[in-house]
Every structure is written in structure tokens, then in C-alpha cells.
């Protein structure tokens, strides 16, 4: 139900804007997550698709901002000035209730799961 795409290779300091489309409008939440090498699932962003509230990520506030398209039901991560610890597979994640602000940044809330996709930002 969910297909992320965009991912790529470029360098540190490039943008990059990944996509997320929904087969349906069956979900509360959006959120994008990522996961580096060896490194466990890091929560990057989520939506309330009801009324865009985001929270973000400690380590992408102020790079990264989530944007969306209703009608196409498509979620979209741009991501600016890139470094190499941004460096992974990149997730999207739907919830089909809405979770907990407090909550929104744990894998095991989500339902549905996107099949990633990599960047890699080299120095």
C-alpha cells in the first residue's frame, strides 16, 4: 500500500526529495523513518494527515521539512543539506488511526510499511 521512492547518491551539503504514495487514504499518520548500517530504526519524521501537525527528528530539525499532496494521497521529504550520517534506507510508514503526539515517533505504532528506499551522501 505504500511505495517510497527518490532515493539516490550525492554528495554532502546536496538536497534530495523523497516520496511516499498510498495506494489509499486508509491512514491517520504518515511518517518517514530510517535506518543506517548497523544502526537500529531512527525516526526522522510523522504527519497527522488530518491537519499537517509534523514533529521531527532531533537530528533533521531544520533540514529536513515533510510536505504533501492530498489529492494523490503522496507524502514528500525534502531533505537539504545532506551529511553523511544521513546516510541509509529510508522508510515510509502509515498508522490507520491516529497515534499519540508523544508516540509518534515509535516504529511499533505504525501498521503499514513501505518497502525503502537508500541514500547515500558522500563526503
Known amino acids: 500500500q505504500l511505495q517510497a521512492f527518490g532515493g539516490g547518491l550525492v554528495q554532502a551539503g546536496d538536497s534530495l526529495r523523497l516520496s511516499c504514495a498510498a495506494s489509499?487514504?486508509?491512514?491517520?499518520?504518515l511518517a518517514w523513518f530510517r535506518q543506517g548500517p548497523g544502526t537500529e530504526r531512527e525516526f526522522v519524521v510523522a504527519?497527522?494527515?488530518?491537519?499537517?501537525?509534523?514533529r521531527y527528528g532531533d537530528s533533521v530539525k531544520g533540514r529536513f521539512s515533510f510536505s504533501r499532496d492530498n489529492a494523490k494521497t503522496t507524502g514528500f521529504l525534502q531533505m537539504n543539506s545532506l551529511k553523511p550520517e544521513d546516510t541509509g534506507v529510508y522508510y515510509c510508514?502509515?498508522?490507520?488511526?491516529?497515534?499519540?503526539?508523544?508516540?509518534?515517533?515509535?516504529?511499533?505504532?505504525?501498521?503499514?510499511w513501505g518497502q525503502g528506499t537508500q541514500v547515500t551522501v558522500s563526503s
Open positions: 510508514a502509515a498508522r490507520q488511526f491516529r497515534a499519540l503526539y508523544a508516540r509518534l515517533s515509535i516504529p511499533e505504532e505504525y501498521n503499514y
Open positions: 489509499a487514504r486508509t491512514f491517520s499518520n
Open positions: 504527519v497527522d494527515w488530518s491537519n499537517g501537525r509534523t
